[in-house]
Structure formats: C-alpha cells, structure tokens
C-alpha cells in the first residue's frame, strides 16, 4: 500500500544553524499533513500542519514547505536549539480527516553544540 | 489543560493474556485515536472513536478492540497476546478529529513475555 517516507533517517546540526527535514509521501489524494516531534519516552508533539489548498506556512521558528507536484514536505526549524534534538515524524490523512494518520518512518535530529 | 493521559504506563504480560488500556483525552476532546507503535514498523492507526462509535479502522486483527464510553474516555483491549505485540501504544486526542491536529500522550509500554 502507499506509505509516507522520509529521505534521510539521521541528520546533524549546529546549534543555531537551520535544519531542513524531508519527507516523500507517495498519496496523491492525501490532503492534509502534520509534522510531529518525539523525544524519548515521550509521545508525539504536534508540530505544525498544512493541508494541500496551501504550499507553506510558519509558525513560531518552523515553517512547513508542501510540494504536491512532486510529492515532496519539508519542515525546517530555524535557530536549530539542543532543545530541539529528537525524532521528527511526518504524517498524512489518506481520508482529508486528522484523525486517521499514515506516519514516515522518522529522522532523528541531532543538535550539536 | 491536561494532557492525554494513558495509563498505566508499563505493563509485562504473558503470551495468551489479554491485556486493557486506558485513555483519558483532553478535557472537550471527544476523537480519541489509538496507535501502535514499534521499531520494525514504526506508527501504525489501529482505530479512532468518536461519540463512543467506531468511525475509522485500521489495518489490524480483531484481537485488538476498544470501546468509547460517554465522557469520551477510552480503553483498547488486546486478547490472546502474541509476542509481537509488544509495543508501545499511543492515544491521540482531538475536538473532533476532522480539522485540527491530535494531540497525544506518552503511551503505554506494553511487554509480552
């Protein structure tokens, strides 16, 4: 079945540079997204979401980029902080509804000092 | 606001046992959403209540179940354990479910011995 992934399953930083996570979903009739953090023995932390009528939008020092020509979503954090280090989960509602999610597979984030 | 809360937090079954988790959502959050999650296969939706009905179902066996009761509280039964199940399982929460993100708790470890 289709499924949501991601590029890369790691990715280092150094605090204060800016940080670009990727994320491939393969739905063409999905249309809504949401980027979740997850640090550990903790569950998912909403993010920001986007549904596909928009192509970017920002919230506080993270903005969410959504391509739907080549199925393409990037998060990217600004002002990369060690608070910031964690496990960062895509997700998409293959039925338009934010309840029902199809998950990527994840990228920890490591910030470095 | 609190948060979702699961409880318990760890739980160490046998093989055959069943086992019920709980799943208290945000105070006037009346979607609850149930998800497994594991190393191999990552976050997977098991199924999603809402006004205590079954909307949504994902792909699993029905030895997983779960039930909604009217403060919107709700438990997720698993019977006749199988080692695979071992796993950590998340409850989401949101108003509705349709458009706005879920918010989740951190879970219930679940060890089948």
């Known amino acids: 079945g289709e499924s949501v992934g991601l590029h890369l399953p790691t990715l280092s930083v150094q605090e204060g540079d800016n940080s670009i996570i990727n994320c491939a979903y393969s739905?063409?009739?999905?249309?809504?997204f949401i980027w979740y953090k997850q640090e550990s023995g903790k569950g998912p932390q909403f993010i920001i979401d986007?549904?596909?009528?928009?192509d970017k939008r920002q919230g506080q020092r993270v903005t969410v980029l959504l391509n739907k020509t080549v199925k393409h979503l990037s998060l990217q954090i600004a002002a990369t902080q060690p608070g910031d280090s964690a496990v960062y989960f895509c997700?998409?509602?293959?039925?338009?509804?934010?309840?029902?999610?199809?998950f990527g597979s994840g990228t920890q984030l490591t910030v470095l000092p | 606001k609190a948060g979702v809360t699961q409880t318990p937090r760890y739980l160490i079954k046998t093989r055959g046992q069943q086992v019920t988790l709980s799943c208290s959502p945000i105070?006037?959050?009346?979607?609850v959403s149930w998800y497994q999650q594991t190393p191999g296969q990552g976050l997977q939706f098991l199924f999603e209540?809402?006004?205590?009905?079954?909307?949504n179902k994902g792909n699993f066996p029905g030895r997983f179940s779960g039930r909604q009761f009217s403060n919107s509280r709700s438990e997720m039964n698993v019977s006749t354990l199988e080692l695979g199940d071992s796993a950590l399982y998340l409850c989401?929460?949101?108003?509705?479910?349709?458009?706005?993100?879920?918010?989740f708790g951190d879970g219930t470890r679940l060890s089948i011995l």
């Open positions: 997700a998409e509602s293959p039925t338009g509804s934010a309840r029902q999610l199809t």
């Open positions: 739905n063409s009739a999905s249309d809504y």
């Open positions: 986007i549904r596909s009528n928009m």
């Open positions: 209540y809402f006004s205590e009905t079954q909307r």
């Open positions: 105070s006037g959050h009346r979607s």
């Open positions: 989401a929460s949101s108003p509705d479910g349709s458009n706005q993100p879920q918010h």
